[in-house]
């Protein structure tokens, strides 16, 4: 089992910065590639960012591509999501989720996640 829990969302004004931290435990957390969800009021949840299990490779979503930075420490067993330049449909709840990989693969697919994070709001004015 991998426990996960996210901290860092808020409220902000469009245009602003917040940064999101996922906390892993209880496997080998450089066994994991890594990725972060997003799920507004009323829509499916959707792929935002993944990190592979090195930090070697990231792969983003085209809506946060340019704006959004994922990285990961794996001394520390955590993951974040730098976020800039926040848009108002940046509004969600945000997920960190974990995959047991082998290689350096980057999973985008949320049905390829084993373990979730409680998930923490991310809200954006205009």
């Known amino acids: 089992q991998v426990q996960l829990v996210e901290t860092g969302g808020g409220l902000v004004q469009a245009g602003g910065s917040l940064r999101l931290s996922c906390a892993a435990s209880?496997?080998?957390?450089?066994?994991?590639?890594m990725g972060w969800f997003r799920q507004a009021p009323r829509k499916e949840r959707e792929f935002v960012a993944a990190i592979s299990r090195s930090g070697g490779r990231t792969y983003y979503a085209d809506s946060v591509k340019g704006r959004f930075t994922i990285s990961r420490d794996n001394a520390k067993n955590t993951v974040s999501l730098q976020m800039n330049s926040l848009k108002p449909e940046d509004t969600a709840v945000y997920y960190c989720a974990a995959d047991r990989t082998y290689n350096d693969y980057i999973p985008a697919s949320a049905s390829e996640y084993n373990y979730w994070g409680q998930g923490t709001q991310v809200t954006v004015s205009s």
């Open positions: 209880g496997r080998t957390f450089s066994n994991y590639a």
